[in-house]
């Protein structure tokens, strides 16, 4: 099974490597220079309690 879990600060260094390396590597961001941990802190900081990343539990028709 597969378990989906909140990013917490702890993810914060191989997250913003992961996506660095998109950054520099590929044309799938609109970044042009690689983010810090501390810029992708304040990233992390506003999806914590808001927008498609929060808890929730739903039905099948609420995702249609």
Known sequence: ????????????EPLTRIYNYYVVATTVTFDLEPKTVEQRA???SQLKD????????TTSNECE
């Open 42 to 44: 304040e990233w992390l």
């Open 50 to 57: 808001s927008g498609p990343t929060r808890h929730h539990s």
């Open 1 to 12: 099974a597969i378990n989906i879990r909140r990013a917490t600060d702890g993810d914060l």
